[in-house]
């Protein structure tokens, strides 16, 4: 089963479009260790929030991902930007359109 996240974060009043594409920086690395899927987007009817839905090959993929130069750096040039709201939802991803088939 493949390991996936559904976050919510709130950035500070006009801050959302700069969340935004400092959380699409570097993806590429991410792909090369394990990430099957991840999507970056924002609601017009909540102009502040930010949503991220990732899948992942496996929960160690994703810890692995939070070690990569370019993600310590986006998370911390964001970090100032948000306002501390945060939600969270794992999930056990059973598979779906736009994801590779899950390895036998």
Not at 1 to 13: D, E, I, N, S, T
Request: aromatic share 6%.
């Amino acid at each position: 089963m493949r390991y996936g996240l559904f976050v919510k974060l709130v950035a500070k009043p006009g801050q959302r479009d700069a969340v935004v594409t400092l959380l699409l920086r570097g993806v590429e690395e991410m792909r090369e260790i394990g990430c099957e899927l991840y999507v970056v987007s924002a609601s017009p009817d909540h102009p502040d929030a930010v949503y991220v839905m990732e899948v992942w090959r496996s929960k160690d993929a994703h810890h692995a991902s939070l070690e990569l130069p370019a993600v310590k750096q986006a998370i911390a040039e964001a970090m100032p930007l948000l306002t501390g709201e945060f939600e969270s939802t794992q999930l056990d991803v059973a598979g779906g359109l736009g994801l590779p088939n899950q390895p036998a």
